[in-house]
């Protein structure tokens, strides 16, 4: 029989899932009978922990926030550890320390990318908390990160952007930052996104990066971050999955290839390769996840598999969740050996 704390745990997850027939489906999780499910849904909504609204039948549940801070800063003088201590840290002050600790990292990096990189004279926070996930926004209406990208390498298209920053140690300002922030943060958390203009990136626990067209029109950058106050997430085990057992250095990145090919399109020529390999030599392993890429063309297996490799010896290309049709092309681009590229 699961306790008390184990049931009520599920209801905050079915919940999150969806408010509807909540007590159906708690009853068929643990074989409950409806009546003692419908007796822990009560209990929680007493405790402020769940709230209900609509009639027996059609009663639909959702979460309670157990706290809500928010507030606009000057970005003058702001020091992003300041903000940490009075918005956040109160609200996860009694989670466990590895959660504790991907909060301190992720706000303070995105709080400090407001303040020297967005332009804007503001920058706002909010921070939320409910009995199973804690969130945050950090908000500004500057420029917008992905034109910001986008004029600092001189990409095509915005869009170029989200793919830069799925890659890892990318920064306009490479004097005063590490390039780490967005990409380390992205996989600390249950769910990161970032809207600005049109555009959306995403990345989650349940899938890699994600780029949304037409999801908002967004005025300068909204991040958005959310995890879970039981995860078990480590930020020391994020780092040394992509770093090197040498000298631990951040050495190795995935790079979700179907961020490469705009929507409608097939990944065929030479352009689309270079600008997926663009900043490759930064790493000494890459990673190219290739799920959700049905084929490749042979100008682009070429350029991407011997082209870039004849050239950048020293950096290892890994692809993965390959289809027959890529795999076959791909080998067939390792094969031609020292042979020209050709059209």
């Given at each position: 029989?699961?306790d008390?704390?184990?049931?009520q745990?599920?209801i ?13 489906r ?9 009546q ?11 405790d ?8 027996t039948?059609?009663r639909t ?5 157990t706290?809500?801070?928010n ?10 550890d300041?903000?940490w ?5 109160p609200?996860v002050?009694d989670?466990y320390?590895?959660?504790?600790d991907?909060?301190?990292y992720?706000v303070?990096e ?7 990189h967005s332009?804007?004279?503001t ?7 409910n ?6 926004w950090v908000?500004d209406?500057g420029?917008?990160?992905f ?23 990318l920064t ?8 780490e ?11 990161f ?5 049109k555009?959306?990136f995403m990345?989650?626990?349940r899938?890699?990066?994600?780029l949304?067209e037409?999801h908002?029109?967004s005025?300068?950058t909204n991040?958005?971050?959310?995890l ?10 994020i780092?040394?999955?992509y770093?090197?057992?040498e ?17 409608g399109?097939?990944l ?14 930064k790493f000494s392993?890459?990673v ?5 890429v049905?084929?490749i063309?042979?100008a682009?297996?070429?350029?991407l598999f ?5 050239e950048h010896?020293?950096v290892?290309l890994?692809?993965?969740?390959t289809?027959?049709m890529?795999?076959?092309?791909i080998a067939?681009a390792?094969a ?6 050709s059209?």
């Amino acid at each position: 029989m699961p306790d008390k704390n184990e049931i009520q745990h599920k209801i905050f997850e079915l919940i999150a899932e969806s408010g509807r027939d909540v007590a159906k489906r708690l009853a068929d999780e643990f074989g409950l009978s409806r009546q003692t499910a419908n007796t822990h849904l009560n209990a929680l909504v007493r405790d402020n922990l769940i709230k209900a609204e609509g009639n027996t039948k059609a009663r639909t549940y959702s979460l309670a926030p157990t706290h809500d801070h928010n507030k606009l800063y000057n970005c003058d003088g702001l020091q992003e550890d300041m903000v940490w201590r009075e918005m956040v840290s109160p609200i996860v002050n009694d989670l466990y320390e590895n959660v504790k600790d991907i909060w301190r990292y992720g706000v303070t990096e995105m709080i400090n990318n407001a303040i020297d990189h967005s332009g804007a004279p503001t920058v706002f926070i909010r921070a939320a908390r409910n009995a199973l996930y804690t969130e945050c926004w950090v908000m500004d209406k500057g420029e917008g990160i992905f034109n910001k990208i986008q004029k600092e390498l001189d990409l095509y298209d915005p869009r170029e952007a989200i793919l830069e920053l799925a890659k890892g140690k990318l920064t306009t300002d490479p004097a005063n930052h590490t390039g780490e922030g967005i990409f380390f943060t992205s996989r600390a958390f249950d769910r990161f996104e970032i809207y600005s203009g049109k555009l959306c990136f995403m990345h989650s626990s349940r899938m890699e990066d994600w780029l949304m067209e037409g999801h908002s029109n967004s005025e300068g950058t909204n991040v958005f971050m959310l995890l879970l106050n039981s995860s078990t997430r480590v930020l020391t085990d994020i780092f040394n999955e992509y770093a090197s057992p040498e000298n631990f250095t951040f050495s190795k990145t995935i790079v979700p290839v179907r961020l490469a090919q705009y929507e409608g399109e097939k990944l065929v020529s030479r352009s689309q390769a270079k600008r997926l390999y663009q900043r490759f030599e930064k790493f000494s392993r890459v990673v190219l996840d290739f799920g959700d890429v049905a084929e490749i063309g042979q100008a682009f297996a070429d350029e991407l598999f011997r082209v870039f490799p004849s050239e950048h010896p020293k950096v290892e290309l890994v692809p993965i969740h390959t289809t027959k049709m890529v795999s076959q092309m791909i080998a067939r681009a390792r094969a031609r050996g020292d042979l020209e590229p050709s059209d």
